[in-house]
């Protein structure tokens, strides 16, 4: 015979138990970017970067914009491969002798972002990272555009 009232408490007890083993993982504190293995993310992450003309990857632990400079890029179509982790977005801000050459950003969920520049003539260039959602940590590279 069934006895109902241990079926119910039997069910009642696994649910708890259900119930506080979410509540437990959704309370565990998110990876703390401070301490992040940035080489290894970005080994991961960014695919391999044959001829790359410019490229960093790093951490933003503040609003402050981390710039990289290289000290003459050839004209040409380029790729600009972004990423970055620790959630909302990173700017990347390519300029060369203070004029804008593109603005492009990438949603911080360890996923590509890719968009295409053209550099009008062989130029200094700066790639400016930024982000008001820091802390987190970025990658990207520049390279020619195939074809």
């Known amino acids: 015979?069934?006895?109902?009232?241990?079926?119910?408490?039997?069910?009642?007890?696994?649910?708890?138990?259900?119930?506080?083993?979410?509540?437990?993982?959704?309370?565990?504190?998110?990876?703390?970017?401070?301490?992040?293995?940035?080489?290894?993310?970005?080994?991961?992450?960014?695919?391999?970067?044959?001829?790359?003309?410019?490229e960093d990857s790093g951490k933003i632990l503040n609003r402050d914009a981390l710039v990289k400079e290289s000290s003459g890029v050839p004209a040409g179509t380029y790729t600009l491969t972004m990423a970055c982790d620790g959630g909302g977005k990173a700017y990347f801000?390519?300029?060369s002798n203070g004029s804008k050459i593109a603005d492009a950003a990438a949603a911080c969920n360890g996923s590509l972002d890719v968009v295409k520049i053209k550099v009008p003539a062989?130029?200094?260039?700066?790639?400016?990272?930024?982000?008001?959602?820091?802390?987190?940590?970025?990658?990207?590279?520049?390279?020619?555009?195939?074809?």
């Not at 062989?122 to 074809?147: E, F, R």
């Open 1 to 54: 015979m069934l006895n109902f009232s241990s079926t119910r408490r039997r069910a009642g007890l696994v649910t708890l138990a259900a119930a506080v083993l979410l509540g437990a993982s959704a309370c565990q504190a998110p990876v703390n970017i401070a301490d992040a293995d940035v080489p290894a993310w970005k080994e991961k992450v960014l695919p391999a970067a044959n001829g790359a003309v410019l």
């Open 122 to 147: 062989a130029v200094p260039l700066s790639i400016s990272t930024s982000s008001v959602d820091a802390p987190l940590i970025y990658g990207y590279h520049l390279v020619p555009a195939a074809g």
């Open 93 to 95: 801000a390519v300029s």
